[in-house]
């Protein structure tokens, strides 16, 4: 009995003793990677310490970003972003239908602080610039070491090359906020607080007020100048920023600060070694190709990242997936018939949108299921295509071309030397040169898109500009800035009767509506209590102020 | 073999006393062994006391050997070779006293009925107690209680049993039927309120379906700290004791229960219009009304209407299914349908006429169940052995859950001092489940959420132009999926088409097991170990159907396996003995080394072109290398604790119990891993004074109290939830530029730590008249304080949507409930017993984080502020529709405006004096005033704190009848005084072009109108702007009622089957979760606690599995 005792209280102490593990040994494996494994890794593979700087640009389209684990149909960066500032301006839209995740867009119900879509477009370029702020406090502890040129020179040149990108990132990032948030200086509103900057010096973010405009566009004009001081044309792809991209960014802010000579200066320097594309070259669906010739800056998609996705560029402003909201459903992005009415049959931009025939030369190099040229836009595949409809936009092709995606992996343009070119017209324009500006703009137009292109006597020169960039840039995210930067009035329709807007989308609003601007999202209003929020105005109804005009679509 | 009729299945066991019966058994052994020379037979007869009639099926025993025999139809007993030496006769039945009377011939033996809750013992935390010994707050359920509700899972017979415990059920999917369990109300804000299950002894972290009820001998819910503070890690949200049946008798007893039955849905559909044509008339006039009230001419809102009302690009509904004369609308300018228009309508090349969704998908469908048990026990050897099959379909296709179940327990008593257990439960479940998830709420692929939702205008099937169902060359049924020439304006492909064609397997194997070895080395003091194991393999197959939804990618097929294995050991060492005469004082210690280790692996693989159309695996997809899609991860999990308790009872008078827990978690960073649990409670039983000895009514009174703390370390919202103190990453790779990118996933908090829960309880226990009242009385404060809590971080800093975890604030639930047992007739052909209960509980938020202290945090549908509940809704309040009576205070009436929705605005003026300029206070400043006004502008609305929504109070009541061999029984719950957000009824009340196609509700045709001025709902009008917030005229009263069980069965008489060797027959037919009664037809009070919003809490009712009603008749057969 004795033996029998000790054995069986030894045999409990040894199975004892033998399941104390070390509770200290528990560690993620695969599913996420901890800080420490970070350390380790990087520790193992130094070339790992770069992931944190690719990743600061590979969030700007990365499908879900905002929310993860929601994988909502909206959600994807920057490139949400443009589509969902066009959508609030005069130009693009999509039908009114259960199936269109950008109807708070159209309707302008996005002033709703507790709505996802404001939210995420408040959310993304802040989470960028948390990122830019992180790698440049792997060089500086302090703003002020920027001016420190003992300091810098003494860094080498990976980690000032770093810097001066991050920089350019952080002046983007506020680009992006800045002219939805408050009036532009041509509505005199640079005194008028804006958003909240948040920098190195940044003391407390839950209590961080509104900067005003101007504030805002300095800082980003002195990160944007140390960035082209430090950078130059070199970069590993162009999903990054070289001194080009930060050039045109800078130009960017000048246009909105109404510095024009700067901004033609700065806007013909970033077009140093790209060419605007072709008539041959845009005369099919395109605009999907980050090494395009024309392409400053752009996001370099991959298959892997948007593989099927629905939150991407094709599936909602495509019109090629086979995996998209789009052409799975008829919620087709497409141009509002009066810009559309405004551009010459000439011009091969007119092609971009299929007619109200549904006709447009693109097509012709599109090869659907062996379906091609018009056909395409009438096709109907079952849960996959609908067909087109009037105005519908064929502007964005695939990488697969002929044939269509769905993989939705298209290439998306920051910045395209088209732009730098009606910056720079612009910028003369504005600053007294206007036969110059007048002869670059015919020298671009009739070269690249329209050959018997003539400045239209219509229209003031200012609006033609205006009027090529709306037509130009559609869908890339400039509606509503330029809308505000030129403080014009939101003009969608004339009359009911004759515009192709969906009625519940089609008002007009006048400059300066206190509803043109958007609401600090209730997420940050109740974790940084120095926002005071915009107010005024009111959710516009269907078919109000049908009399304004914005002097392009008269 | 031959079957000895034996006494019914006893459902208590008593382990106390075993300990007792295995000394005296070794005494007896060698006493036995060495004088088993002299023999005799041994007869006689047992009677009930209360009714003078003869017992039948007790079981007589000779103490100290392994003879016995059950008592006849008469009552009568015969117990051959019964040595000589033998001095004792033992008599055991349920429902009766046990009764020990010298051998003798001709023995007459009285029986008497159990006084309830006299020394019943009653399951604790790892062990057992007497019920009037324990000083914490339990409720217990028994087999009988449990095996009565059908049911898959066996904490479906908590729902309203048990004061204090609340139980809602959010889901009836027959493959996932689980209920959220609270116990004492809402402690936490993001960390899991789930209680923690404890199998046989062991922590228990696999399904609760996995269990089959039937094998279940008691489930205990311990409530406050006394109970449940040694649980310590985990215990905070109150522990549900589960343990499995044991033999009791000796001679084998064989179960064996059939049971046939119907599932059906249960909450029927809301009163929604389904009436085609009163649809179109609906939508046209909503149309008509956003012109016609914005500045366009009668004529013109015509028009417009006319236009739009059947362009699914514009607004419009898509569809025409009456066919007209040419040139003429559907709709008049009398809003009613054409008078010429005829139902059904043909374009030529198909035909297009409504379907009932509804009644095309939901059906009623089969339920079946069998179970089969063996048990038996003998001074060595105890065993119930089990297998078990259910069948269980759901309410649409393509849902159904398939269990079997196979359990051994047994235990062995190898030498005096050394036992050995083991319990093995083996589960393998197949099932399918239709696609739905709350969170795919109002996704057309949603089969729930759009059978609930769609327009009583739409076809679910396409149509040859001769009006037969189309089929495809395969003879599939071709399901319409906006393939024909008409459109609808928001639905992707057709969920009720994927739910034939897509196929979703589930295969699931799960193996529990639980070994222990107790040990009583020396007197009095017992050691236990114990290993228990939880395997848990699950494997599904998903087929996305090449003709449905994936038609795009030809088919496409994923697999996912997880992989879930923990192992818990468990040390104990338990002293407890007596001193003093008598047992004066009387003291029990434990202490004990508990580890819990859990791992969860995921794989899951997907392709696309699937080769064989019908083949949902991975090597039948044969798609690009850019369609594959791979992941695998595994992650870990552990928390070890060393504990003790002591007790001590002077008398069985006094009682006084204390307990303290240490428990380290892997949940928290090193620094922060260990925190220390206690718990104090005592207890008087004041029957037992003498003082009391005069009220012999009194059975048993018992006031109790405790105090107590546990913790939480789950943080069961994270996206992350194993290791929420590290900053976690998602890395990605680009192939194309050779590079790794990082991006931020989880804000970590090294200094995270346990939330903990600290408990008062005091209370009263009675018994009362012999048991023919009992009950109990409590008081509890539940405070949870460095409450596990996500911080949103303002967006500008960058963090997007994570959230840190950090520890902060507290939350208080104060609380009373009250249980009644009770037998108002007890006659030996007609017992009635009653059961109520009843609890109250106020929820209250103590602090905060210093950063929301002040203002609270506001959601789009709650705010969480110091003083409020975690349940407190924030709404903007209706102010009534626009009559000349009612309109915004200062402005000029317009009819234009009549009908239309106005809402309360707070808005700051300045103090005017009686000549009207501003009033200046002491330093010159403007004096200002708040005021409430009307808006028609949604957007100047105010969002105000409308209160907490919870119940004041909840409980239940049931009756059970014994007359003659009749059985009957039910059981009801019910909850009064909260209010629940009914977003169903508000989707189906839409103003919104973006519901267009959805269904409306009838009261939408009660709108405000001009020949309808009376109405308090708005004019049908567009209204973006409102359609998603939350307004207070869309809570409703969360009042039920609800029948969750009821039985009705029938006991062979035992002097009947007997005769055929049956101990018991009984046959019944019982309803599970029978109705509802609540504010409105369709809406269930019971899937969440009511708070919620459009899109979000309550918001999700409509996408989800509808509960399921069951009934059953069944056949239950005791050998």
């Known amino acids: 009995m004795k033996t029998y005792f000790k054995i069986a209280i030894l045999s409990l102490f040894a199975i004892g003793f033998t399941q104390c593990d070390d509770i200290d040994d528990i560690q993620p494996e695969g599913d996420g990677i901890s800080a420490a494994q970070v350390t380790e890794a990087v520790s193992l593979v130094p070339s790992r310490a770069k992931a944190d700087f690719v990743g600061m640009f590979t969030m700007m389209g990365q499908p879900y970003f905002y929310a993860p684990s929601s994988t909502r149909a909206d959600d994807f960066g920057f ?93 983007f990032d506020y680009l992006s906020l800045a002219p939805y948030f408050q009036f532009s200086y041509a509505a005199g509103a640079k005194d008028e607080p804006c958003v909240p900057l948040v920098t190195l010096s940044t003391a407390d973010a839950a209590n961080n007020p509104r900067a005003t405009v101007e504030t805002v566009y300095n800082q980003i004009i002195k990160d944007l100048t140390w960035a082209i001081d430090h950078l130059d044309a070199k970069r590993e792809t162009k999903a990054y920023v070289n001194k080009n991209v930060a050039l045109g960014l800078r130009a960017r802010a000048y246009l909105a600060t109404e510095k024009w000579a700067e901004a033609a200066a700065d806007a013909e320097a970033a077009q140093e070694g790209y060419t605007p594309a072709s008539i041959a070259d845009v005369s099919t669906p395109s605009f999907y190709d980050i090494s395009d010739k024309n392409w400053i800056w752009g996001y370099d998609m991959t298959t892997s990242m948007a593989g099927g996705k629905y939150g991407t560029s094709p599936s909602w402003i495509g019109s090629f997936s086979k995996e998209a909201y789009a052409c799975g459903v008829g919620v087709y992005a497409f141009i509002n018939k009066m810009l559309y009415d405004k551009i010459p049959a000439t011009d091969v931009r007119k092609g971009w949108w299929v007619d109200e025939n549904l006709h447009s030369p693109l097509l012709e190099t599109v090869d659907w299921d062996g379906v091609t040229g018009d056909d395409v836009a009438k096709l109907q595949v079952a849960d996959v295509k609908e067909p087109y409809f009037a105005y519908t936009n064929v502007k964005f092709g695939v990488p697969s071309m002929p044939k269509p995606t769905d993989q939705n992996d298209s290439d998306w343009p920051f910045m395209r030397v088209e732009e730098m070119i009606l910056i720079q017209v612009e910028g003369l324009a504005k600053s007294g040169q206007e036969a110059k500006a007048r002869q670059i703009l015919t020298d671009f137009v009739t070269t690249y898109r329209d050959p018997s292109y003539k400045i239209s006597a219509a229209r003031s020169f200012a609006d033609e500009i205006w009027f090529q960039r709306r037509v130009e840039l559609w869908g890339e995210g400039f509606a509503w800035s330029d809308m505000q930067r030129l403080n014009k009035p939101l003009v969608r329709f004339h009359s009911l009767d004759e515009t192709n807007y969906p009625d519940a989308f089609a008002f007009n609003l006048p400059a300066k509506d206190p509803w043109m601007l958007m609401r600090f999202p209730q997420r940050e209003t109740n974790t940084n209590f120095g926002i005071v929020n915009n107010t005024g105005g009111v959710a516009p109804k269907i078919g109000i102020n049908p009399e304004l005009r914005d002097g392009v679509t008269d | 073999m031959k079957f000895l009729i034996n006494r019914k299945l006893v459902l208590t066991q008593n382990k106390k006393r075993m300990s007792k019966r295995l000394w005296i058994f070794l005494t007896c052994l060698f006493v036995s062994a060495s004088m088993a020379f002299a023999q005799k037979t041994v007869t006689g007869v047992v009677i009930d006391k209360s009714t003078g009639e003869p017992v039948i099926g007790a079981t007589v025993r000779v103490d100290g050997t392994s003879l016995g025999a059950p008592t006849d139809v008469n009552g009568r007993f015969t117990i051959a070779n019964v040595p000589e030496t033998a001095k004792m006769l033992k008599v055991t039945y349920v ?58 899972s066996v904490t479906g017979s908590l729902t309203a049993t048990t004061a204090g415990v609340q139980t809602t059920s959010s889901n009836g999917d027959p493959a996932s039927e689980s209920h959220a369990i609270l116990v004492r109300g809402i402690g936490s804000m993001y960390a899991s309120n789930t209680p923690l299950i404890v199998l046989d002894g062991m922590p228990y972290d696999g399904s609760i379906s996995s269990i089959n009820p039937q094998d279940v001998e008691t489930m205990t819910v311990l409530k406050d700290a006394a109970a449940s503070a040694i649980y310590g890690a985990r215990g905070a949200n109150g522990v549900i004791l589960i343990n499995t049946k044991r033999g009791r008798m000796q001679d084998a007893e064989i179960k064996f229960d059939a049971r046939w039955g119907s599932n059906s849905r249960a909450v029927p559909q809301y009163d929604v219009i389904d009436d085609p044509a009163q649809y179109y008339e609906t939508a046209y006039k909503q149309l008509f009304n956003d012109y016609a009230y914005n500045g366009y001419t009668t004529a013109e809102a015509y028009a417009r209407a006319n236009a739009r009302l059947l362009d699914q690009n514009n607004g419009g509904l898509g569809y025409l299914v009456y066919t007209l004369p040419e040139g003429e609308n559907l709709i008049g300018t009398n809003f009613k349908l054409n008078p010429n228009a005829t139902l059904g309508y043909s374009d030529g090349e198909y035909y297009y006429t409504p379907d009932d969704w509804y009644k095309e998908t939901i059906h009623n469908s089969f339920r079946q169940e069998y179970n089969l048990s063996i048990s038996s026990a003998n001074d060595r050897l105890n065993y119930y052995a089990s297998v078990g099959y259910l069948d269980h379909n759901g309410i649409v296709d393509q849902s159904a859950y398939k269990r079997y179940t196979g359990r051994a327990n047994v235990d062995y008593q190898v030498e005096p001092w050394i036992k050995f257990g083991v319990q093995l439960n083996y589960t393998h479940a197949d099932f399918e489940q239709p696609d739905y998830t709350t969170s795919s709420w109002a996704s057309s692929g949603n089969l729930f959420y759009h059978v609930n939702n769609v327009a009583p205008i739409y076809p679910l099937y396409v149509r040859n132009a001769d009006g037969s169902i189309a089929h495809d060359s395969n003879g599939l049924v071709k399901y319409d999926s906006n393939q024909t020439n008409q459109k609808r304006p928001n639905t992707v492909g057709n969920p009720v088409r994927d739910n034939q064609y897509d196929r979703s397997q589930n295969y699931r194997d799960m193996i529990t097991g639980n070994w222990s070895l107790i040990l009583t080395p020396i007197k009095d003091l017992t050691l236990t170990a114990r290993i228990g194991i939880n395997s848990d393999n699950r494997r599904r197959n998903q087929l996305y159907s090449t003709f449905g939804n994936a038609s795009s990618v030809d088919g496409a097929a994923d697999a996912t396996n997880v992989r879930q294995f923990s192992v818990n050991n468990q040390y104990l060492a338990n002293y407890a003995s007596d001193f003093g005469t008598d047992g004066t004082h009387n003291f029990d210690f434990l202490l004990g080394y508990e580890q819990y280790k859990y791992k969860y692996q995921y794989t899951y693989a997907y392709n696309t072109h699937l080769y064989d159309p019908y083949i949902g695996e991975v090597d039948n997809a044969h798609g690009p290398g850019d369609d594959k899609s791979v992941s695998s991860y595994t992650n870990n999990y552990m928390i070890e604790g060393i504990f003790g308790r002591a007790q001590y009872d002077y008398k069985e008078k006094y009682f006084v119990s204390g307990s303290i827990r240490s428990d ?42 405790s105090y107590g703390e546990q913790g939480n370390d789950d943080l069961a919202s994270a996206d992350y939830p194993y290791f929420p103190y590290a900053f976690m990453y998602d890395i990605s790779y680009d192939a194309e530029n050779n590079a790794y990118s990082k ?132 709404v903007y309040k209706y102010a009534g529709v626009y009559t000349k009576d009612n309109y915004p205070e200062g402005s000029t009436y317009d009819p234009a405006n009549d009908g239309r929705a106005l809402y309360y605005t707070q808005v700051t003026e300045k103090v005017k004096d009686a000549e009207g300029n501003v009033v200046k206070d002491a330093e010159g400043n403007d004096v200002t005033k708040e005021v409430t006004k009307k808006t028609l502008n949604f957007s100047d609305a105010t969002q105000y704190d409308d209160g907490d929504i919870l119940p004041k109070l909840q409980g239940g009541i049931g009756m059970d009848f014994k007359v003659y061999d009749f059985d009957f029984s039910f059981q009801c719950g019910w909850q009064l005084g909260g209010r629940f957000y009914d977003a169903t009824y508000q989707s189906l009340m839409h103003t919104s072009d973006q519901s267009v196609g959805n269904a409306w509700h009838k009261d939408a045709l009660k709108a405000w109108s001009p020949e309808n001025t009376g109405s308090d709902i708005p004019r049908l009008e567009s209204d973006y702007s409102v359609s998603q917030g939350a307004v207070d005229r869309f809570y409703a009263s969360s009042d039920y009622f609800s029948l969750s069980n009821i039985t009705l069965g029938y006991t062979l008489p035992k002097a009947f089957s007997t005769r055929f060797g049956i101990s018991n027959l009984r046959v019944y037919v019982a309803g599970e979760n029978m109705f509802v009664l609540s504010a409105r037809k369709g809406l269930d009070p019971r899937f969440s606690f009511g708070l919620g919003g459009y899109t979000a809490g309550t918001g999700y009712a409509s996408g989800n599995y509808s509960a399921m009603r069951t009934v059953t008749a069944g056949i239950s057969i005791a050998f």
């Open chain 2, 664 to 705: 380290a978690s892997s949940h928290f960073h090193k620094d922060h891993r260990w925190g220390t649990f206690y718990s104090f409670g005592v207890a008087w039983n004041l029957a037992k004074e003498s003082f009391m000895e005069d009220y012999k009514w009194i059975d048993f009174l018992k006031l109790k109290a």
């Open chain 2, 95 to 152: 429902g009766m006293n046990d009764v020990e009377v010298a051998v003798k011939q001709n023995v007459r033996i009285v029986m008497e009925p159990t006084t309830q809750n006299i020394d019943e013992i009653m399951v604790v935390a790892y062990g057992t107690q007497k019920k009037s010994s324990f000083t914490g707050s339990a409720a217990e359920l028994k087999a009988e209680d449990i095996e009565r509700h059908i049911s898959t």
């Open chain 2, 743 to 874: 991006t931020l996933a989880q804000i970590g908090n090294d200094e995270l730590t346990w939330e903990k829960n600290r408990n008062f309880n005091i209370g009263i226990d009675f018994g009362l008249w012999k048991g023919r009242l009992s009950g109990s009385l409590e008081f509890f404060t539940r405070s949870t304080s460095d409450m596990l809590y996500f911080l949103n971080q303002p967006v500008s800093s960058g963090f997007g949507s994570k959230q840190k975890p950090i520890n902060v604030g507290s939350v208080r639930n104060l609380g009373i409930e009250l249980q009644l047992n009770g037998t108002p007739i007890k006659k030996k052909d007609f017992i009635w017993d009653v059961n109520f209960n009843l609890t109250h509980y106020k929820n209250t938020i103590r602090s905060l984080h210093p950063s929301v202290a002040e203002n609270g945090i506001k959601g789009s549908y709650y705010i969480r502020r110091v003083g409020g509940s975690l349940y407190e809704a924030y």
């Open chain 1, 79 to 171: 490139i949400m972003m443009a589509i969902s500032q066009d959508a609030e301006g005069p130009d693009l839209q999509f039908p009114n239908s259960g199936y269109n995740w950008f109807s708070v867009c159209g309707e302008l119900t996005s002033r709703t602080p507790t709505y996802a879509n404001p939210l995420i477009r408040y959310s993304t370029p802040y989470s960028q610039l948390k990122m830019a702020n992180d790698m440049l406090r792997n060089y500086i502890s302090d703003e002020a070491q920027l001016d420190d040129a003992e300091f810098i020179g003494s860094l080498d040149s990976v980690a000032v090359n770093t810097i001066a990108q991050s920089l350019a990132i952080r002046a």
